[in-house]
């Protein structure tokens, strides 16, 4: 029971620390699971543990969220720019090509190239503003960059805020667009996901309750303390440790 209990926590952090961080969700827990077999993984503690991190993102911004009133422009294309994503990724899912990238080589090479990219992003002095800069070209822009984070290794949070910087969005808003754009991303992720629970024998049971507990936790805390730090420093801190992970990869691959 206690054993679980670790699991989960460990999941959720990973889960909940690297989701909204440019250093790849999906590389770190397809890594951490080839490397321990963790017994209390299972598709219902996967739902869980994304439900906890779109719980988490969707409290963070309520204000932004459930204000349509005064924010119906900024939710509309949030949704627009979500759209190439999720049709993208409903057919490499539903074929099933989805799979033949999910391998560590793929990961490595991604890790250490679109770390590079951020790192040349980043550079951007410019101080462009979701309130006044943010309209259809761009969103559209940063959505069919955000297609590449159905590549392992490539990282959903690192490409979008490569893109908004790219486009010279600041470095707070960059990471808000990211984190607004994560909440359709993480619901089609969910709802793909239900889809196929339907099809097993699941049992539900209080680790899937400590999985949402625990992904939410980390997942607020990761995008609170996020946004303070990326205020104050630059990215090359999360470029650094891409390139770290990238090199042990290519050191065990070759």
């Known amino acids: ?14 889960q909940g620390i690297s989701e909204f961080l440019p250093v790849s969700s999906s590389a770190h827990l397809i890594l951490i699971s080839s490397l321990y077999d963790f017994k209390s993984s299972s598709l219902l503690i996967d739902i869980s543990l994304h439900l906890g991190s779109l719980m988490a993102i969707i409290y963070f911004f309520r204000n932004d969220l459930f204000d349509v009133k005064n924010n119906k422009r900024l939710l509309s294309l949030i949704i627009l720019g979500s759209i190439p994503l999720v049709i993208v990724g409903y057919i490499l899912y539903s074929t099933g090509l989805i799979y033949n990238l999910r391998n560590i080589k793929v990961i490595a090479w991604t890790t250490l190239i679109f770390g590079i990219v951020l790192f040349i992003s980043d550079k951007s002095r410019f101080d462009k503003k ?5 309209n259809f070209q761009s969103i559209l822009f940063i959505g069919f960059f955000q297609i590449l984070s159905l590549i392992p290794g490539v990282s959903r949070a690192g490409i979008t805020i490569t893109a908004a910087r790219i486009l010279k969005f600041n470095r707070v808003d960059s990471s808000k667009i990211s ?7 993480l619901t089609g992720a969910s709802v793909l996901s239900l889809k196929d629970i339907f099809t097993q024998s699941i049992e539900v049971n209080y680790l899937a309750g400590i999985a949402i507990i625990s992904s939410f936790i980390f997942s607020f805390l990761t ?4 946004l303070i730090y990326i205020n104050k420093f630059s990215m090359n801190a999360f470029v650094i440790y891409r390139i770290i992970i990238a090199l042990i990869l290519f050191g065990l691959i070759y």
């Open 1 to 14: 029971m206690l054993q679980n209990i670790i699991e989960i926590i460990i999941l959720s952090a990973i």
């Open 130 to 134: 979701i309130s006044t800069n943010l």
């Open 179 to 185: 984190f607004l754009l994560s909440i359709p991303a």
């Open 223 to 226: 995008v609170k303390f996020f």
